[in-house]
């Protein structure tokens, strides 16, 4: 069970990037797959990228080659570098494990928008 924090979303000109951060409190951080998933008004969360314990990692068709998903078992935090950003990556961003358990309620979300 976590309980997730993100920050650093905002807005962005086509093509910037951004990086965002969840810290995820909670027991046994380290042994869970964390994911990144968004949202834009009236579809459903999906899938963006996932990291296992050990650092292996997965990403939607859409991200590859532009988000690195990344984490720090030490400090309990999951990160997401997005890079060459496009109109389409704008949403709310979400952290949580993988897969998703209603143990671990969803946070508050970090607004992603890129205009241009």
């Known amino acids: 069970q976590v309980q997730p924090v993100e920050s650093g979303g905002g807005l962005v000109q086509l093509g910037g990037s951004l990086r965002l951060s969840c810290v995820a409190s909670g027991s046994g951080f380290s042994s869970n797959t964390m994911a990144w998933y968004r949202q834009t008004p009236g579809d459903v969360r999906l899938l963006v990228a996932l990291?296992?314990?050990?650092?292996?990692?997965n990403y939607a068709d859409s991200v590859k080659g532009r988000f690195t998903i990344s984490r720090d078992n030490a400090k309990n935090m999951v990160f997401l570098q997005m890079n060459d950003l496009k109109p389409e990556d704008t949403a709310v961003y979400y952290c949580?494990?993988?897969?998703?358990?209603?143990?671990?309620?969803w946070g508050q979300g970090t607004q992603v928008a890129v205009i241009g």
């Open positions: 949580n494990v993988w897969p998703y358990t209603v143990d671990s309620p």
């Open positions: 990291v296992s314990g050990d650092g292996t990692t």
